[in-house]
Nanobody, 127 residues
Framework: QVQLAESGGGLVQAGGSLRLSCAAS????????MGWFRQAPGKEREFVAA???????????DSVKGRFTTSADNTRNTGNAVYLQMNNLKPEDTAVYYCAASNLAVVATTASSYAYWGQGTQVTVSS
């Protein structure tokens, strides 16, 4: 069973930055894609970004392009790690952010394609 643990959330003013981290208990040999999703109160969970380990490809939702950057580290002996650097944050970015892992061969932007999920970390952006 793959376990994911996020960290790095918090409260920040609009225009500020945060960096989220997600540590996985498995190496890249089992996981093809690491993704980030977020869910605001009263809204559905939405795709934010994803990175493919083997091809080093990254994908972003239009709402975060140019502001968010995801990167991966598959050199750790203790398991994969993925990061989400969030710059120029806006109040509408406020949500619980989740990292997720998939062993599918293709990168997906739908939550149902990811089998493993972290517990989530709160990001709050004040205006």
């Amino acid at each position: 069973q793959v376990q994911l643990a996020e960290s790095g959330g918090g409260l920040v003013q609009a225009g500020g930055s945060l960096r989220l981290s997600c540590a996985a208990s498995e190496r890249a040999s089992r996981l093809n894609t690491m993704g980030w999703f977020r869910q605001a109160p009263g809204k559905e969970r939405e795709f934010v970004a994803a990175v493919s380990w083997r091809r080093d490809h990254t994908y972003y939702a239009d709402s975060v392009k140019g502001r968010f950057t995801t990167s991966a580290d598959n050199t750790r002996n203790t398991g994969n790690a993925v990061y989400l650097q969030m710059n120029n944050l806006k109040p509408e970015d406020t949500a619980v952010y989740y990292c997720a892992a998939s062993n599918l061969a293709v990168v997906a932007t739908t939550a149902s394609s990811y089998a493993y999920w972290g517990q989530g970390t709160q990001v709050t952006v004040s205006s």
